[in-house]
C-alpha cells in the first residue's frame, strides 16, 4: 500500500517531443507528489510537486497531471531537449506518516530519460 | 557556499568492515534522511531525524546506525559491511514548515552529490 509504481524504466525521445513519465499508487492517503530529476553524478532535485486538490500544474515545459479516482499521476515534457536527459522519480507522502512529524517519501523506481538529438 | 556535502564520493571496502559516511549540510535543516539507491528499487529510506539527538529508522534500517549530535552532520555507519550494502547513499535535509523544535517538515529534500560504496 507503500508502494509507487514508475514506468516505464527507460524512455527514449527525440528532441522536441513529448516524454511521458507515469506513476500510480494505491495509498489514497498521499497528499504530495513531487517530481525529483537527477543528473549523473548528483544527488536528485525537486522538480515540480502536485497536491490532489488540483488535476494539473504547470511550469515551463514541465507538467504534471493528476488523477485522482484513477490514482495515478504522470509528468509530461514538452518540446523536450537533450538537456533533458536525466532520470526521473515520482514520489508520494502523507504528512506525518513518520514519527516527530517527518514527512516520509516513498520513491518510484525511477526512469531513465533520453533525448537524443 | 551552503550545501549539502557528503564524504566520501566513493569508498571500496570489505566485508565485514566499519564504514562511516559523513554528511554535513550548512542551511540549518532541522530534517535529515539518509537514502540508498538501488536499481529497480529507486530511493529507500534507512534513517531520519528530526533534530539533534533524535533519530528514527526508515523502511531499511538493517545493519545501519546513525548518530546526530550536532544539528549540521548525520554520518551513517555500517557496523559491519555487506555485500548487500552495495549501494550509492544519498543524505539529504529538509526544512520545518514552521518553528519550534519539533514541526512538519516542508516535504522538498535536498539531497547530497552522492557517496558510492562497494563492499567486495
Known amino acids: 500500500q507503500q508502494q509507487v509504481k514508475q514506468s516505464p524504466q527507460s524512455l527514449i525521445v527525440q528532441k522536441g517531443g513529448i516524454s511521458i513519465i507515469n506513476c500510480a499508487y494505491e495509498?489514497?492517503?498521499?497528499?504530495?507528489f513531487p517530481w525529483y530529476q537527477q543528473f549523473p553524478g548528483k544527488g536528485p532535485a525537486l522538480l515540480i510537486a502536485?497536491?490532489?486538490?488540483?488535476s494539473e500544474k504547470k511550469e515551463g515545459r514541465f507538467t504534471i497531471s493528476f488523477n485522482k479516482s484513477a490514482k495515478q499521476f504522470s509528468l509530461h515534457i514538452m518540446d523536450s531537449q537533450p538537456g533533458d536527459s536525466a532520470t526521473y522519480f515520482c514520489?508520494?507522502?502523507?504528512?506525518?506518516?513518520?514519527?516527530?512529524?517527518?514527512?516520509?517519501?516513498?520513491f518510484g523506481q525511477g526512469t531513465r530519460l533520453t533525448i537524443n538529438p | 557556499d551552503a550545501g549539502i556535502t557528503q564524504s566520501p564520493r566513493y569508498k571500496i571496502t570489505e566485508t565485514g568492515r566499519q564504514v562511516t559516511l559523513m554528511c554535513h549540510q550548512t542551511?540549518?535543516?532541522?530534517?535529515m534522511f539518509w537514502y540508498r539507491q538501488d536499481l529497480g528499487h529507486g530511493l529507500r529510506l534507512i534513517y531520519y531525524?528530526?533534530?539533534?539527538?533524535?533519530?528514527d529508522k526508515g523502511e531499511v534500517p538493517d545493519g545501519y546506525v546513525v548518530s546526530r549530535s550536532k544539528t549540521e552532520n548525520f554520518p551513517l555507519t555500517l557496523e559491519s559491511a555487506t555485500r548487500s550494502q552495495t549501494s550509492v547513499y544519498f543524505c539529504?535535509?529538509?526544512?520545518?514548515?514552521?518553528?519550534?523544535?519539533?514541526?512538519?517538515?516542508?516535504?522538498?529534500?535536498?539531497f547530497g552529490e552522492g557517496s558510492r560504496l562497494t563492499v567486495l
Open positions: 539529504a535535509s529538509s526544512e520545518s514548515s514552521s518553528g519550534g523544535r519539533i514541526a512538519a517538515n516542508t516535504g522538498e529534500l535536498f
Open positions: 495509498n489514497t492517503a498521499f497528499d504530495y
Open positions: 502536485i497536491r490532489p486538490d488540483v
Open positions: 514520489a508520494a507522502s502523507i504528512n506525518a506518516v513518520l514519527r516527530q512529524g517527518a514527512q516520509k517519501l516513498v
Open positions: 542551511w540549518s535543516h532541522s530534517y
Open positions: 531525524s528530526a533534530a539533534a539527538d533524535i533519530t
